[in-house]
């Protein structure tokens, strides 16, 4: 299995705290050794990092955990490999252009029986499920035009549910103008605005002030496979119900 | 403009030295301040870096630096914005995926009037002119499978030599199997093999003994804009001939 990490925000925001959180589990105080990834939006432009090493010991993840990058809709994955060899073309997220924008997926699951499901233009690079699940995916995104944040909602949805019939199904997708979620088993998120407090991760020995760090404006919400913090409320991902962020807020 | 770095080599090899001596172009000793990227192949798979900051001064540049990473296949750009934006969706080397391979392209030069030409599935997020050069390729390289090494190459070459007619096309393509270069004005290549020597950096007070750090079957070679050594002979690319390296030979 792997853990999934998301962010949507209001305002460029730095992910370096939540990052940490995931990269610890990345094979120090969780299994998952087998490589990880992060992509950061700027506009329609991507800044991705990766790395088969463990996010605990990668000098890559070293470098996302020191550098302020800020960004308003961010994908990070740790991996733990089930189907597909540990390397490169199979980490998560994935990323492909459709219609002039990148998007970018990251699954938390197994999909035994998914390569039946027939691709068209999208093809997998590595030999993952989750790779051909996001082909297969693109591929019914792939209308006329770029569709609207509520079409794109709405085709993942039918597309996540046909997925979440063959096993466990933990999706993030984003397109840059918003990130869509979807549960069947573990997937949990945070909103945090003002006032805002301290959070102190769960794994790490690592308290943030945000109070500090912010304006009274700002709102980020945060997805991930299980709480990140201890000290904060998180709330599960309905079930197999797609779900919206844009700019921080659900939709 | 901006400045081109490839690599192709028959083994794992640490490009470092080389980039090291593209970096500093990138806003010290040259003008090429608008950001960077590299992208480094490992099977099928890619780990690529970019940055909106100049090179010289870009902590992701300092990673890429100190990180020895191997790879058979590397393609990196420094730039100086003319056409485009300065931000990351307009940085080079871009890439996509197409028969399940990633395909890399960075372009030196300007090539006006080239947004009359046609896209078909594969669309720019930014706004280059090398971006739409690279998707209108693409375009002429989605046949019904993925096309061999040589067909890739008199595609490439069609399309290079259309394209020269627009303005300067200083070209290098990879599928990750080969290397594919095409000069109108500047473009230089050195191969190293045994007997291995040292090698001076032109622009930046470094020396690399290669005889310490390869075995005798290595074969490496590394194409750029300018000669990035001063102790070594570089030879042109061949003017409006596509040029092919594969495992660090050329084809």
């Known amino acids: 299995m792997c853990e999934l990490l998301a962010m949507s925000a209001n305002v460029p925001t730095d992910i370096r705290f939540s990052f940490k959180g995931l990269a610890v589990r990345g094979g120090e105080v969780g299994p998952h050794r087998d490589g990880f990834g992060i992509v950061f939006y700027h506009g329609k432009g991507l800044q991705e990092f990766r790395d088969v090493d463990a996010s605990c010991d990668s000098p890559v993840a070293r470098l996302v955990e020191d550098l302020p990058i800020r960004s308003k ?34 699954h938390n699951g197994q999909l035994p029986g998914v390569k039946k499901l027939p691709l068209g ?35 993942f949805s039918r597309v996540a549910e046909k997925l979440s019939k063959l096993g466990v199904c933990n999706l993030v997708l984003t397109d840059g103008r918003a990130i869509y979620c979807w ?14 407090g301290a959070a102190r991760l769960q794994d790490a020995d690592m308290t943030v002030d945000f109070a500090q760090l912010t304006t009274p ?19 599960e991902v309905p079930e197999r119900q797609v779900k919206i962020l844009v700019d921080g807020e659900w939709k």
């Open 183 to 196: 549960r069947t088993t573990k997937l949990v998120w945070i909103t945090r605005r003002a006032p805002f």
């Open 73 to 106: 809709a961010v994908i990070a994955h740790v991996r733990q490999a089930n189907a597909g060899a540990v390397n490169l073309e199979n980490t998560h997220p994935f990323h492909r252009e459709l219609f002039g924008r990148h998007f970018t997926f990251a």
């Open 217 to 235: 404006n700002d709102v980020v919400t945060v997805v991930a496979t299980d709480p990140l913090t201890d000290n904060e409320e998180w709330s």
């Open 121 to 155: 233009r999208f093809k997998p690079v590595g030999t993952t499920d989750s790779e051909h699940a996001f082909c297969y995916l693109l591929d019914q995104l792939d209308l006329s035009r770029l569709p609207s944040v509520a079409s794109v909602g709405r085709i």
